[in-house]
């Protein structure tokens, strides 16, 4: 049951995954077609902007929902916000009509362990969709440090992130503190964290830039807070979280998800 369950959320995820990056792939042409006005700026924010947009999100609080097995599946989905001065950079390298939000779907696997501790995993499988390659995988593991009776349970998060997304790749480490409050069938969590993002930017063109001194490899961090809640019905539960960085690369998603 359970292993007729996972394929029925897998091709969900796809379908969706299909659709939304269609849907936007019609509203904008992600081909650039010149770095001849490129800066290291336009870089920084390109690359900062796949690495965050397409970071991990775990959608979890501080403690794991499990049963003996200590799995939890499921399919989230975020709208990540395009900020102004991403858009700004996709237009000097001729790219335009960029939407206001980008859907980026993925599988979600968590699994419990002895001592407190989480292990878990967030991906899209290597795909192309209208000629765009897309990937992305990563991985967390999280120790619930506090967790005593009449304390809300606090745990500690650190995570890696791989994304290759049409205009570049980019590596994101990150840590995080989580915090969790339980009220019936009602979870919340909040919490708040750094990321550092190396990334490398693409040029497909036959252009370069002006600038000698401009290079396609950059660097950047970024703090974040994000906060969210789930409804949990039997063995089935729907998170919803917004997560908010310094460099407003913002996100709202949701995971449908069911833990044995």
């Known amino acids: 049951m359970v292993h007729l369950l996972d394929i029925r959320v897998l091709k969900f995820s796809f379908v969706i995954l299909m659709l939304g990056l269609r849907t ?44 003996d097995i200590g799995i939890d599946f499921g399919t989230s989905v975020s709208a990540v916000t395009v ?3 991403v858009a700004s950079a996709l237009s000097e390298i001729g790219i335009q009509n960029v939407p206001r939000y980008i859907p980026i779907p993925k599988v979600n696997i ?47 998060r650190a995570q890696y992130n791989y994304a290759d997304l049409v205009l570049a790749n980019a590596a994101t480490y990150g840590a995080d503190l989580v915090v969790s409050h339980s009220i019936l069938f009602v979870h919340m969590f909040a919490g708040a964290g750094y990321r550092y993002v190396n990334a490398n930017v693409a040029n497909p063109t036959s252009t370069l830039p002006l600038n000698s001194n401009v290079s396609f490899d950059t660097s950047i961090d970024a703090g974040h807070f994000f906060a969210g809640t789930s409804l949990v019905a039997g063995f089935a539960r729907i998170t919803a979280e917004a997560d908010f960085t310094t460099r407003n690369v913002n996100s709202y998603g949701t995971k449908l998800s069911f833990f044995f």
């Open 110 to 156: 968590q699994k419990s362990l002895p001592g407190n501790l989480m292990i878990g995993s967030e991906f899209i499988p290597t795909i192309k969709v209208r000629g765009y390659r897309l990937e992305a995988y990563g991985f967390n593991l999280q120790w619930t440090a506090i967790d005593r009776p009449r304390l809300p349970p606090i745990a500690i």
């Open 24 to 67: 936007n792939a019609t509203a904008a042409n992600f081909d650039p077609s010149t770095f001849i006005n490129a800066t290291n700026n336009l870089i920084s924010e390109l690359g900062a902007f796949v690495g965050l947009a397409a970071d991990l999100r775990a959608y979890e609080g501080a403690k794991p929902f499990s049963s």
């Open 83 to 85: 900020p102004a001065k």
